[in-house]
């Protein structure tokens, strides 16, 4: 079935770091990808996404791109900020039909100053 | 705009006892869909709805009932609350029932069931 593994957490970085969180899914056809910010306390905010091969996904200095090759969906920034702790879920939307979202199990992102 | 909505934010139960926990969008989004939250598994999808009378399962439905009797509202039903079902429920919409189309979500709700 379609599934998604994203890394696990926590991730602890300093202000300014690069930061990676790593994604690759199972699916068959072609899924659109996402993903999606949980600040403490909230609801899922969406970040960025991608619906087709080889799109980048990019919001808040956040860039993601589809890769078909490798079924992955990496998350990368380049200068992390305190403000940027949170927890990150990659998901898919099963392109069997509808909008049901596929996610993975989220990577705690902390930033220290 | 609001976007969604949910209440309460928190509920504590005791097992057995029924209670329904309530979604409302103002964005006259046709799909809605409830997910819970459990910690080292991501969100999981309990039922969905791609308009007003239509409804159907996720991946999780059991113990969950749900209807759409208009397009706003989309409440989910604990029939008999057990402990398993101690989560954060959380309510999405979206413009349409296309993949691809975001999802918005509600602030969530945290159940406890003792």
């Known amino acids: 079935g379609n599934s998604v593994t994203q890394m696990e957490g926590p991730v602890t970085l300093s202000e300014e770091a690069f930061l990676t969180i790593n994604c690759t899914y199972t699916a068959t056809g072609y899924p659109s990808l996402f993903w999606y910010v949980q600040y403490p306390g909230e609801g899922l905010q969406l970040l960025l996404k991608?619906?087709?091969?080889?799109d980048k996904g990019s919001n808040k200095g956040f860039e993601a791109t589809y890769r078909k090759e490798t079924t992955s969906f990496h998350l990368e920034k380049g200068s992390v900020q305190v403000s940027d702790s949170a927890v990150y879920f990659c998901a898919l939307s099963d392109p069997g039909g509808y909008n049901k979202l596929i996610f993975g199990a989220g990577t705690r992102l902390a930033v220290h100053p | 705009n609001a976007g969604v909505t949910q209440t309460p934010k928190f509920q504590v139960l005791k097992t057995g006892q029924s209670m329904t926990l309530q979604c409302a969008q103002d964005?006259?989004?046709?799909?809605m869909s409830w997910y819970r939250q459990d910690p080292g598994m991501g969100l999981r999808l309990i039922h969905y709805?791609?308009?007003?009378?239509?409804?159907d399962q996720g991946e999780v439905p059991n113990g969950y009932n749900v209807s759409r009797s208009t397009t706003e509202d989309f409440p989910l039903r604990l029939l008999s609350a057990a402990p398993s079902q101690t989560s954060v429920y959380f309510c999405?919409?979206?413009?349409?029932?296309?993949?691809?189309?975001?999802?918005?979500f509600g602030p969530g709700t945290r159940l406890t069931v003792l």
């Open positions: 991608a619906t087709k091969a080889d």
């Open positions: 964005m006259n989004h046709e799909y």
């Open positions: 709805s791609v308009g007003a009378g239509i409804t």
């Open positions: 999405a919409s979206s413009q349409a029932g296309t993949s691809g189309d975001t999802q918005y």
